[in-house]
Each structure stands twice: as structure tokens, then as C-alpha cells.
């Protein structure tokens, strides 16, 4: 079975933290992505990565990075926590190529205070 | 743009009748469609994919979906419903290839809840 692992299930950080969210996949996906889900919007895309050292924005990306250093981990980072950023974020990851479904992890709920 | 919709925020239904989560979808070219279900506390799980083909997906659990490109329309469906199938429901489309063709970007769908009463 496909593995994603995330490093914490439940954060609590203060405002202006720096925040790192580690993603691990144990199936050597091509493909990673870092989700944020709000009650109401859905999930929306933060960022993504298609291969070791590749990142594209997706949706909403502002006040997040990335990094992808080895192909099985993905990290999303909050440069300076702020309380808009609490939410459950989801990391997924996905073999290359047009039809693959992605596989999800079980989610960090961070709070921000 | 691609854009999937959920109509409905939630949906009812007693244990052992059928059930039918709605979504619809708006895309250029040929639409590749996704439904995941997700647990409580728990990260999203696929259920099944229309990719070309039959028009009715087999999936997980006994779920099924019927693609109908007149109605751009992928409703997912089960025959009788199990209490242990409430959960929220998203529905999926894969986002217009853009940068790096093969990346499986999604774009998804607002979320259903469904509640199943015995």
C-alpha cells in the first residue's frame, strides 16, 4: 500500500514562528503536492512538485515555500506564522503521468494563535 | 478555466436506500474525473476515476459513478447506503496541462457531506 506520512497531526504555533510541515511518500512518486482545506472551500493547492528541486506555485502560495531535497520528502514551510494560516494542511503525492490518482496523507492541523 | 461543482453541502439518506453525491464539471478537452471520500480526522481516500471508456466506474467500497458528457455531470452512486458511509465526499477534475504535463494537478470540488441515519 501507499504510504504518506506527515510529521504531526495536531501543531500549535504562535504568530510570527517560522513552521515546518515534513511530508514523507514511500511509493517514489514523481509528483507531491501540499494542500490547505478550509470548511466551505475545499482544498486548495499551495504548491507542487513534479520532480527533486522542481516547484510550481499553485493556487494560493503566498506566505508559503517549499522544499524538495530528495525525492521521498516535501516540505511546506510558513516563513512567519500568521492566524490566516490555521487550517488542516494535506500533503499527497502521485506517480508521473496524465491519469494517477493522488494518495494523501492524514493531514496536520495547525493552529496559529 | 477547468472547475468542478458540488451542488449540494450535504445529503441524507436512510441506511439501505440509494445514494447519489452530485458533481459537475466544466473543462476544455476531455475530462479525466475523481471522487475521494474522507473519514473524520482522517486525510482523503481515492474511490474511482473516469479516465475514457464505460460510462459507469466501479470503484471502492461498492461505490459507483456515471460520467455523462451531455450534462457534464460524474455523480457518484451506491445502491444501499451503510451508516459506516457518512463522510465528506470531493469530487475531482485533473487541471488543463500546464508546465510540467505530467504532474496529476487536481482541482477540486467544494466537498458533500453525507449522512447516512439507521
Known amino acids: 500500500d501507499v504510504k504518506v506520512t506527515q510529521s504531526s497531526r495536531y501543531l500549535v504555533k504562535r504568530t510570527g514562528e517560522k513552521v515546518f510541515l515534513e511530508c514523507v511518500q514511500d511509493?517514489?512518486?514523481?509528483?507531491m503536492f501540499w494542500y490547505r482545506q478550509d470548511p466551505g472551500l475545499g482544498l486548495r493547492l499551495i504548491y507542487f512538485?513534479?520532480?527533486?528541486?522542481?516547484?510550481e506555485k499553485g493556487d494560493i502560495p503566498e506566505g508559503y515555500s517549499v522544499s524538495r531535497e530528495k525525492k521521498e520528502r516535501f516540505s511546506l514551510i510558513l516563513e512567519s506564522a500568521s492566524t490566516n494560516q490555521t487550517s488542516m494542511y494535506l500533503c499527497?503525492?502521485?506517480?508521473?503521468?496524465?491519469?494517477?490518482?493522488?494518495?494523501f496523507g492524514p493531514g496536520t492541523r495547525l493552529t496559529v494563535l | 478555466a477547468q472547475s468542478v461543482a458540488q451542488p449540494e453541502d450535504q445529503v441524507n439518506v436512510a441506511e439501505g436506500n440509494p445514494l447519489t453525491v452530485k458533481c459537475t464539471y466544466s473543462v476544455s478537452g476531455n475530462p479525466y474525473l475523481f471522487w475521494y471520500v474522507q473519514y473524520p480526522n482522517r486525510g482523503l481516500q481515492f474511490l474511482l476515476k473516469?479516465?475514457?471508456?464505460?460510462?459507469l466506474v466501479k470503484g471502492s467500497y461498492g461505490f459507483e459513478a456515471e460520467f455523462n458528457k451531455s450534462q457534464t455531470s460524474f455523480h457518484l452512486k451506491k445502491p444501499s447506503a451503510l451508516v459506516s458511509d457518512s463522510a465528506l465526499y470531493f469530487c475531482?477534475?485533473?487541471?488543463?496541462?500546464?508546465?510540467?504535463?505530467?504532474?496529476?494537478?487536481?482541482?477540486f470540488g467544494q466537498g458533500t457531506t453525507l449522512q447516512v441515519k439507521p
Open positions: 473516469y479516465i475514457t471508456g464505460d460510462n
Open positions: 511509493m517514489d512518486h514523481e509528483n
Open positions: 512538485s513534479y520532480d527533486v528541486k522542481m516547484k
Open positions: 475531482a477534475v485533473r487541471d488543463k496541462v500546464g508546465g510540467s504535463s505530467n504532474t496529476g494537478k487536481l482541482i
Open positions: 499527497a503525492s502521485s506517480a508521473g503521468g496524465t491519469y494517477n490518482e493522488q494518495f
